[in-house]
T-cell receptor
């Protein structure tokens, strides 16, 4: 079956630090990959996505590249801000006949200190 | 415009009772999804509607869970004979069609005592 594994949190960084949140996946077909973010007190929002191998998704200074050879979709940002504090979820949607919903990782709580 | 709305925002019930959770998708979105998020976990897929029909209910954990979308808009998730293990946040999402971006509602926090 499909699964997503992401690094355990919480991850605590200082403002302007470089961020990497690791995400690897297992899928039966050719999935699309997503990063969702949940800010305190808010609902899940799509941060970025990539639909095929070597695609790079980017938004709000965050980037992630779809690496089929390593089955990874790591989230990166060059200089984090306090406002980036949130829970980040890596997710996939399989195109190979699996469930039609998204498969999520457990989430990584990111805390940015001023 | 209005996003996905869910009611109630919180529901506390006793073990063995029946509950209904409602989802109002974004107007014009034909696809609707239900997920369940337990504490410290990511959302888990429950069921997907395309229009009025349940196109994929493979995530429903057992036959105590049922969902309907009779007019292709509002959906209701129904849980019979609730158990303490059903306590979670139930999320609804909608999208224009099945393969487009899913927009999530704020969730209903269900607590079974």
């Amino acid at each position: 079956g499909n699964s997503v594994t992401q690094m355990e949190g919480p991850v605590t960084l200082s403002e302007e630090a470089f961020l990497t949140i690791n995400c690897t996946y297992t899928a039966t077909g050719y999935p699309s990959l997503f990063w969702y973010v949940q800010y305190p007190g808010e609902g899940l929002q799509l941060l970025l996505k990539a639909t095929k191998a070597d695609d790079k998704g980017s938004n709000k200074g965050f980037e992630a590249t779809y690496r089929k050879e390593t089955t990874s979709f790591h989230l990166e940002k060059g200089s984090v801000q306090v406002s980036d504090s949130a829970v980040y979820f890596c997710a996939l949607k399989d195109s190979g006949g699996g469930a039609d919903g998204l498969t999520f990782g457990k989430g990584t709580h990111l805390i940015i200190q001023p | 415009g209005a996003g996905v709305s869910q009611t109630p925002s919180n529901k506390v019930t006793e073990k063995g009772k029946y509950v209904e959770l409602r989802c109002d998708p974004i107007s014009g979105h034909t696809a609707l999804y239900w997920y369940r998020q337990s504490l410290g976990q990511g959302p888990e897929f429950l069921i997907y509607f395309q229009g009025t029909g349940a196109a994929d209910d493979s995530g429903l954990p057992n036959d105590r869970f049922f969902a309907v979308r009779p007019e292709g808009s509002v959906s209701t998730l129904k849980i019979q004979r609730t158990e303490r293990g059903d306590s979670a946040v139930y999320l609804c999402a909608s999208s224009l069609e099945g393969n487009n971006e899913q927009f999530f509602g704020p969730g209903t926090r269900l607590t079974v005592l």
